[in-house]
Antibody, heavy 119, light 106 residues
């Protein structure tokens, strides 16, 4: 059974860096068939795709976030991470990690983690 | 970016109603479209993939159709557990983009 679990601080100060980790079990992030990515949802609002990475290390980001986002992998731990720098209150959201088979939509999601940006 | 316009943004319905939600893309996305259901405080769950394929375990009252730029999610007979918010997602190209959501309320 594939499982994804987000972890990281629930509170980040404005202008600092949001850092989250997704731990994957039941599948390998080095598989050539899957993308591994992040999606967020501000409170009371809709879903927003942030970006994803492929096993080769190639990454794809939402253009409006690209200057602040990095998605990377730690293959030894079967984890991938999200870093979003220079955060503001607008980055307050539930952050989900997700698996997406190549050519398909996301099929497995983590439970989500609420990150609040506040001083 | 491909823009996904979902309508309506909210609707009132009753148990047993037939419900139709539409998603339009501003360019051809073939059948690279999925539908998700999200209940308050819960993780979105995929209902339909590749425009019209029913996700395993999803009741057959849910169906999807469309190709190109216009897509539809239909619930043939609304059940109490179907009151939720529904999102479409195009995944033909990055950045992936979601529709704005449709909240189905009593």
């Amino acid at each position: 059974q594939v499982q994804l679990q987000e972890s990281g601080p629930g509170l980040v100060k404005p202008s600092e860096t949001l850092s989250l980790t997704c731990t994957v079990s039941g599948a390998s992030i080095t598989s050539s068939y899957y993308y591994w990515g992040w999606i967020r949802q501000p409170p009371g609002k809709g879903l927003e795709w942030i970006g994803n990475m492929f096993y080769s290390g190639k990454t794809y980001y939402k253009p409006s976030l690209e200057s602040r986002v990095t998605i990377s992998a730690d293959t030894s731990k079967n984890q991938f991470s999200l870093k979003l720098n220079s955060v503001t209150a607008a980055d307050t959201a539930v952050y989900y990690c997700a698996r997406r088979p190549s050519g398909h939509s996301p099929d497995y999601w983590g439970q989500g983690i609420l990150v609040t940006v506040s001083s | 970016d491909i823009q996904m316009t979902q309508s309506p943004s909210a609707m009132s319905a009753s148990v047993g109603d037939r419900v139709t939600i539409t998603c339009r893309a501003n360019q051809d996305i073939n059948n690279y479209l999925a539908w998700f259901q999200q209940k308050p405080g819960k993780v979105p769950e995929r209902l339909i993939y590749a425009s019209s394929s029913l996700q395993s375990g999803v009741p057959s009252r849910f169906s999807g159709s469309g190709s190109g730029t216009e897509f539809t999610l239909t619930i043939s007979s609304l059940q109490p557990e179907d009151f939720a918010t529904y999102y479409c997602l195009q995944h033909i190209s990055s950045p992936l983009t979601f529709g704005g959501g449709t909240k189905v309320e009593i």
